[in-house]
T-cell receptor
Framework: DGGITQSPKYLFRKEGQNVTLSCEQN?????MYWYRQDPGQGLRLIYY???????QKGDIAEGYSVSREKKESFPLTVTSAQKNPTAFYLC?????????????FGQGTRLTVV | AQSVTQLDSQVPVFEEAPVELRCNYS??????LFWYVQYPNQGLQLLLK??????LVESINGFEAEFNKSQTSFHLRKPSVHISDTAEYFC????????????FGKGTRLHILP
């Protein structure tokens, strides 16, 4: 079955540590996105990538980094520079060919700093 | 640039009563329109979408939305809600015929009261 997979579902991190969230898709989509979700704040775009080896900052990129070495994979690293990393993180993909007709989402990763 | 406004952050409604979740958008170009649903601790799922044709679109679980170009709205309605409809609902737009990202509203939390 085609889809988008995020792992792990729950992640705990000590303060000062970097951590990487995984996102893999087998939908052959060109575009991939990372969102952060906090209670009452909707979805906030962290980074997005329209094509392999290229990505752009979203609205809240500070303290995060990404790579897009393969079409299928778009990992997100939460660095120690991110002051308040506890949140629910969502990955999505789409095919923006003459307009996105749908975005597909993973099940999310809940990151907690302990 | 595009923007999406969901006028209500929370909507309480009694079970079996009708509901309307409001969505307005702003765009200088024609857009595709979407409603997504998010159940607790899960990713977003597509509920329905308007790409072209009939301005009234329906989902398999009784929701419908109507595209109103003159009012730049895409309100979501259901004539009789069930407790299982408790979720957060996101409106989204994507420009037609452009390789650009999907823009999401801040979401509306639907509370079903017994």
């Amino acid at each position: 079955d085609g889809g988008i997979t995020q792992s792990p579902k729950y992640l705990f991190r000590k303060e000062g540590q970097n951590v990487t969230l995984s996102c893999e898709q087998n939908l052959n989509h060109d575009a991939m996105y990372w969102y952060r979700q906090d209670p009452g704040q909707g979805l906030r775009l962290i980074y997005y990538s329209q094509i392999v080896n290229d990505f752009q900052k979203g609205d809240i990129a500070e303290g995060y980094s990404v790579s897009r070495e393969k079409k299928e994979s778009f990992p997100l690293t939460v660095t120690s520079a991110q002051k308040n990393p506890t949140a629910f993180y969502l990955c999505a993909s789409s095919m923006p060919d003459r307009g996105n007709t749908e975005a597909f989402f993973g099940q999310g990763t809940r990151l907690t700093v302990v | 640039a595009q923007s999406v406004t969901q006028l209500d952050s929370q909507v309480p409604v009694f079970e079996e009563a009708p509901v309307e979740l409001r969505c307005n958008y702003s765009s200088s170009v024609s857009v595709y329109l979407f409603w997504y649903v998010q159940y607790p601790n899960q990713g977003l799922q597509l509920l329905l979408k308007y790409l072209s044709g009939s301005t009234l679109v329906e989902s398999i679980n009784g929701f419908e939305a109507e595209f109103n170009k003159s009012q730049t709205s895409f309100h979501l309605r259901k004539p009789s809600v069930h407790i299982s409809d408790t979720a957060e609902y996101f409106c989204a737009v994507s420009p037609m015929n452009r390789d650009d990202k999907i823009i999401f509203g801040k979401g509306t939390r639907l509370h079903i009261l017994p």
